[in-house]
C-alpha cells in the first residue's frame, strides 16, 4: 500500500464554496467536451484545474498542536508576516496606549485563526467598514473588522485580538462570544481571502520573541510571552 506523506484538510468555511466551484467547473467542461471537444476542452480543463487549486489553497487548515512550554505564552494566531511591532494608542475599545502587534495574511497563507492564549473572552464585537489594503496602517480603524478581548486566564490581563478585512477578504468569520473560554489549539475564526490579525498587549506586560518583517505559524510560533507576574488562577 502507497504511503501518502501529507494530507490536505480542508476548513469547514471552505466546503460550500469549493463545492460550488468544483460543480460549476465540471459543468462547464462536460458541455464542452460534448459541444467543442479538442484543444478548447484541454484547455479549459487546465484553466478549470489551476482555479480549483487556487481555491482549496485559499482553505486549506492544517492540523497543529501546540504543547505549551510556559502558561504565559502568546502563540500567532494566524500565518503570515508582522508588519507592525510598536506602541499605539488604541482608541476604539481600549482607550488606552498598548503595544500593537499586526500579520499580515498574504493570498498565499492559511487564512485559519487561532486563540493566541488561554482565557475567557470578555467582548465581541463586528463593525462593518472600508476595504483598504490591510497592510495600511488605517486598516486597523477603518476596515470591517472583528474585535474579540481576552482575559489571561495566567495573570488576568487582557489581549485584544482583531480580524480585520482587506481590499480581497470581503468576509470575516468568528467563533468567539462574549463569555466563552477558549484555550490554546482551538479556532478563534477564519478570514475569506487573506487580510491581517492585530494583536493589542498591554504595555511593558510581555517579553517580544518576534521583530517586524518575521515570518510566523498560526498555533505554533509564540510571537510573546507574559512577563513573570504574581498570578491569579481565577478567570
Not at 128 to 153: C, D, F, M, Q, T
Request: net charge positive; charged share 20%; aromatic share 12%.
Amino acid at each position: 500500500m502507497m504511503k501518502i506523506p501529507f494530507r490536505i484538510y480542508i476548513h469547514k468555511e471552505g466546503w460550500k464554496l469549493l463545492s460550488s466551484v468544483a460543480l460549476g467547473l465540471i459543468t462547464i467542461n462536460f458541455l464542452l467536451f460534448f459541444l467543442a471537444g479538442g484543444i478548447t476542452f484541454s484547455i479549459s480543463l487546465v484553466i478549470s484545474s489551476v482555479l480549483f487549486l487556487f481555491f482549496t489553497n485559499f482553505f486549506r487548515s492544517p492540523r497543529r498542536f501546540y504543547q505549551q512550554s510556559h502558561p504565559g505564552d502568546i502563540v500567532s494566531p494566524a500565518d503570515g508576516k508582522v508588519v507592525v511591532v510598536e506602541p499605539v494608542y488604541e482608541n476604539l475599545l481600549l482607550k488606552e496606549k498598548r503595544l500593537q502587534v499586526s500579520i499580515f495574511m498574504s493570498v498565499t497563507d492559511v487564512h485559519a485563526n487561532w486563540y493566541p492564549l488561554a482565557g475567557k473572552v470578555i467582548h465581541y464585537s463586528h463593525r462593518n467598514g472600508n476595504y483598504h489594503a490591510a497592510w495600511l496602517p488605517k486598516a486597523s480603524s477603518e476596515n470591517e473588522r472583528s474585535s474579540v478581548i481576552i482575559r489571561a486566564a495566567y495573570n488576568q490581563q487582557t489581549v485584544l485580538v482583531r480580524q480585520i478585512a482587506g481590499a480581497l477578504a470581503r468576509r470575516i468569520v468568528t467563533y468567539a462570544h462574549t463569555g466563552k473560554r477558549c484555550k490554546l489549539n482551538e479556532h478563534l475564526g477564519f478570514i475569506k481571502f487573506g487580510s491581517r490579525v492585530d494583536l493589542f498587549f498591554p504595555l511593558d506586560s510581555v517579553d517580544m520573541f518576534v521583530e517586524q518583517g518575521a515570518r510566523v505559524k498560526g498555533n505554533k510560533t509564540v510571537i510573546a510571552r507574559f512577563k513573570d507576574k504574581e498570578r491569579n488562577e481565577t478567570v
